[in-house]
C-alpha cells in the first residue's frame, strides 16, 4: 500500500473517532489559555517579538556555513568533539562507532526529535545494546511501542488510565488514578538507567556560535541527569538549530516555553560548553555532537522554503491546526507531525511519496498565525503544491479534472453549457460518486444567480 | 447616507452562481435598500481560487484572465465571499507574478471588497436596524478573518439587529473544513472538522449559524443535513434580509 493510501485509510479512521477527538481538544484547548495568558503576561508586544525572532534566524541562514563553523571552533577548542553527518545513516555510523570506542552497552536519552529522524532508538537496539527515554511522555511512547505523537507532547493522545495500565504491564506498579504516582514510579524505574548508563544522548534545543555552546531546555530534569551522570555525552542536532550568541536566549528561551507549553521558562535550561575540564568535579569525560544534515541543505537551497528552517520545534502549529486536532499525531507517519511537518516532510523524504501532505489542509493559516518564528507555514503548503504540480507529482485525476474545469470555466458560455448537461448528469452520477464526496455535492438549484438577475432586472 | 452612491459591480462567486444564487440576490437587496446603483457582468464565472489552491497555477491562470477582463473597468467591486475576495486582492500578484496583467490585477485586487468591507466602508452600519429574536453564532471564514483581517466587522453589523443574541465558541476562529479542494480530497477529515465547528456552536445552543462565506455555508449544511443537526446555517446577507425585513 502506498504512503498515501495508508495516510488516507488512517486519517478516515482517526476523523471519526470521537473519544480521540476529546481527548485532544481537551489538551489543546487547556494549552491554549496558558499559551494565550502567558504571551500577554510576558511580552509587552507579542507581535514585535515575533519579528525579532525571526529577523534573528533570517541572519543566522543568510550566514549559515560561517556561523556553523564558528560553533564548531569554539567548542573544540573546549574539549568537544564535531562530526559532520550528512545524512541519518551517517549519523547512526558516527553514534555506533562513538560506542564502539567506549564500549557501550546501556543508552539514556533524553527528548530529542532528531534522534527519531534518524531511528536512534532502532539503531542502538539491533546493535544489541539497552536505550532508556528518560523524559516521561517519551518514556511512555517507547514502553508502549509508538512514536511521538506531537514533537512536543510525545504521549498526548494517552490520559491517566491508559498510562496507568501501561505502567501496571511493563512496570509491574499497582493501578492509579494519580499522576503524581505514576511519576514517581517512572522516577524510580530510570534512576537505576542514569547511573548505569554509558552514554548519555541529548538533543539540542538551540546551539551557540560565539560562544560554542548546546543550550537544552527541558521540564523534568531529565536531560540534565542525561548529559551529566554517565561518562560520555552524545548531542545529536540539526544544523539549523544556530543562533548567533548568548544575546539571543533571553528572546528565544522565553518564546520557546510560551509558545510551546504556555510557560514563562521551562524549568531547567542547560548551556553546555563543553565536558568536564581539568579540576571540575562532574559532568561529562566526553562529548560528542553530530551535527545532522538529512536534507536541510537542500531546503536550505531553495529560496522559498529556506524559511522553514527557522522552526524552533516548539509545536505550536500542531496545537493549532484543525486537521492535526482530527487526524492525530501518529496519522501523519513522519517525524515531524502537523503543518511544519507536512511542509518540509516531502524536501526530506523521496520526492513525491509525501506530497500528500502538502495537501492535508485547508489552508486555514491558524499555523501562520501562532507561529513565533513567523514561517508563512500555509503559503508554503501551497507552494509546495504548485512544486508538486510542476513535477507532475499530482495524480492524473486530478490533473486532467483541472485541465477540464479551467476549459469551461474561462468562458461564460462554456460553463453556462457545462452547467447544463452537468444538471442532467449529476443526479445519474451521484450514487457512484464515493459515500464521503456524494454527501459534499449539494443539490443544484434549476436556476443561476445570472438567471435570477435577468429575471430581476426585468420585473 | 450618502447623497453620491458608487456604482457596485457584483462579483459573484461561482458557488454562489452555481449553488446559493440566493446569497446573491439577498447582497442585491441589501445594497438597492441603500440605494445604490448594482451592476452585474454575465460575462463573469469564478476567480480561480480552486484550481491556485490545488497548485495549478496555469488553470488558475486561465480562469483569473476573465475574471480580469471583465472586472478591470469596474470601480468598486464588492462580494459575498470573504475566501474570494482574499483570492483576488492577495493571491493575484502573487498568480500574476511577472506577468504583463499583473499592475491590472493588484490595482484590481484593492478595489474589492467582501460585503461587511463594504458595509463599514460605506458607514452603513449605523444605518442598519431590524428585530430578531434568536440566539445565534457566527462563523467567520478563516481566510475573511487571517487573509483579510476582518475581525469585529460582522459583528458590529449583527449587534444592530435587536432581540439577538450572539453567542461565540471560545478563542480564535477554527476552520469549518471546507478549504476547496481539500474537502473532496479529503472528505472524511473534512467532515469531522466541519461537525466539530458546528457542534461548538450547538454546544451554545444557537438557532443560527451566520457566515460570511459560501463555501463554509456549503460545507457546513451538507454536513448538518448528514448528521441531522438541527440547525439553520444563513450567509450574512440572507440574515439580514430576514432581520431587516428587506424584500
Not at chain 1, 573546549?78 to 545513516?89: D, F, K, S, Y
Not at chain 1, 529522524?117 to 511512547?141: C, F, K, P, Y
Amino acid at each position: 500500500m502506498s504512503t498515501f493510501s495508508r495516510f488516507l485509510r488512517k486519517s478516515a479512521a482517526k476523523a471519526e473517532d470521537q473519544t480521540h477527538l476529546l481527548k485532544i481538544l481537551k489538551a489543546v484547548s487547556t494549552h491554549d489559555s496558558k499559551v494565550e495568558a502567558m504571551k500577554n503576561l510576558q511580552f509587552k508586544d507579542w507581535e514585535s517579538a515575533r519579528k525579532q525572532a525571526a529577523t534573528i534566524k533570517n541572519h543566522v541562514l543568510e550566514n549559515l556555513p560561517g556561523f556553523l563553523e564558528q560553533f564548531e571552533k569554539c567548542i573544540t577548542e573546549r574539549g568537544a568533539e564535531v562530526l559532520w553527518a550528512g545524512n541519518g545513516i551517517e549519523a547512526q555510523n558516527y553514534f555506533l562507532e562513538i560506542c564502539r570506542r567506549h564500549h557501550v552497552r546501556k543508552v539514556i536519552k533524553s527528548k530529542s526529535m532528531t534522534t527519531e529522524e534518524i531511528s536512534l532508538n532502532e539503531t542502538i537496539e539491533s546493535a544489541g545494546m539497552q536505550v532508556w527515554e528518560s523524559d516521561l511522555g517519551e518514556l511512555i511512547v517507547q514502553l508502549a511501542g509508538e512514536k511521538p505523537y506531537h514533537i512536543v507532547t510525545p504521549a498526548m493522545h494517552k490520559n491517566t488510565a491508559e498510562i496507568a495500565e501501561l505502567f501496571h504491564d511493563k512496570l509491574g506498579v499497582p493501578i492509579t488514578e494519580s499522576a503524581e504516582e505514576l511519576t514517581m514510579a517512572a522516577r524510580t524505574y530510570l534512576r537505576d538507567a542514569y547511573v548505569t548508563a554509558d552514554i548519555g544522548v541529548t538533543g539540542a534545543n538551540f546551539l551557540i556560535a560565539r560562544e560554542g555552546a548546546v543550550v537544552l531546555t527541558e521540564n523534568e530534569g531529565n536531560a540534565r541527569l542525561t548529559m551529566s551522570c554517565p561518562p560520555v555525552h552524545v548531542v545529536i542536532a540539526g544544523i539549523e538549530k544556530i543562533l548567533p550568541s548568548m544575546d539571543s536566549l533571553p528572546l528565544f528561551l522565553p518564546l520557546l516555553a510560551t509558545s510551546g507549553t504556555g510557560q514563562q521558562i521551562t524549568c531547567y535550561n542547560t548551556i553546555i560548553r563543553g565536558p568536564r575540564r581539568n579540576g571540575e568535579v562532574d559532568g561529562p569525560q566526553k562529548l560528542y555532537i553530530i551535527l545532522l544534515d538529512n536534507g536541510r541543505s537542500d531546503l536550505y537551497r531553495k529560496e522559498r522554503f529556506r524559511e522553514s528552517l527557522r522552526c524552533i520545534r516548539c509545536g505550536a502549529c500542531l496545537n493549532a491546526c484543525p486537521v492535526y486536532r482530527t487526524i492525530g499525531g501518529h496519522t501523519y507517519q513522519t517525524t515531524y507531525q502537523g503543518p511544519i511537518g507536512s511542509v518540509i516532510t516531502p524536501h526530506l523524504k523521496p520526492m513525491g511519496e509525501w506530497q500528500h501532505l502538502s495537501y492535508a489542509s485547508s489552508l486555514c493559516a491558524a499555523c501562520t498565525s501562532v507561529c513565533p518564528v513567523k514561517i508563512d507555514l500555509h503559503t508554503l503548503l501551497l507552494e509546495n503544491r504548485w512544486e508538486a504540480c510542476a513535477n507532475h507529482q499530482t495524480g492524473m485525476l486530478w490533473r486532467f479534472g483541472l485541465k477540464f474545469w479551467a476549459f469551461f470555466f474561462s468562458k461564460r458560455s462554456r460553463l453556462n453549457f457545462f452547467r447544463r448537461i452537468g444538471r442532467i448528469k449529476l443526479p445519474i452520477i451521484r450514487p457512484f460518486l464515493p459515500h464521503g464526496l456524494r454527501k459534499r455535492v449539494p443539490q443544484i438549484p434549476a436556476k443561476t444567480f445570472s438567471t435570477l438577475w435577468k429575471e430581476y432586472e426585468q420585473s | 447616507m450618502n447623497t453620491f452612491k458608487s456604482k457596485i459591480a457584483l462579483f459573484i462567486p461561482c458557488l454562489v452562481d452555481q449553488v446559493y444564487p440566493e446569497i446573491g440576490m439577498a447582497m442585491v437587496r441589501f445594497l438597492r435598500y441603500f440605494g445604490y446603483e448594482v451592476t452585474y457582468d454575465p460575462r463573469q464565472t469564478c476567480c480561480g481560487q480552486p484550481a491556485f489552491n490545488a497548485g495549478h497555477r496555469n488553470e488558475a491562470r486561465k480562469v483569473a484572465r476573465t475574471y480580469i477582463r471583465v472586472f478591470e473597468d469596474a470601480e468598486i467591486i464588492v462580494s459575498p465571499s470573504g475566501s474570494c475576495t482574499a483570492m483576488v486582492r492577495n493571491y493575484y500578484p502573487v498568480l500574476f507574478h511577472n506577468d504583463q496583467v499583473c499592475e491590472t490585477a493588484r490595482a484590481l485586487g484593492s478595489r474589492v471588497l467582501e460585503f461587511s468591507e463594504f458595509v463599514h466602508r460605506e458607514n452603513l452600519t449605523e444605518s442598519i436596524s431590524g428585530k430578531f429574536p434568536a440566539v445565534i453564532g457566527f462563523h467567520n471564514s478563516c481566510h475573511s478573518y487571517r487573509e483579510l483581517g476582518i475581525r469585529e466587522l460582522p459583528f458590529q453589523i449583527l449587534k444592530k439587529i435587536d432581540g439577538l443574541e450572539l453567542r461565540q465558541p471560545p478563542g480564535e476562529p477554527v476552520c469549518c473544513g471546507f478549504g476547496g479542494l481539500f474537502s473532496a480530497k479529503y472528505s472524511a477529515i473534512a467532515a469531522a472538522m466541519a461537525k466539530t465547528r458546528l457542534s461548538s456552536f450547538t454546544e451554545l445552543g444557537v438557532d443560527y449559524v451566520i457566515s460570511n462565506d459560501p463555501g463554509c455555508i456549503m460545507h457546513m449544511r451538507q454536513e448538518a443535513i448528514d448528521r441531522n443537526i438541527t440547525v439553520q446555517i444563513l450567509h450574512l446577507t440572507e440574515f439580514l434580509m430576514k432581520a431587516m425585513q428587506i424584500t
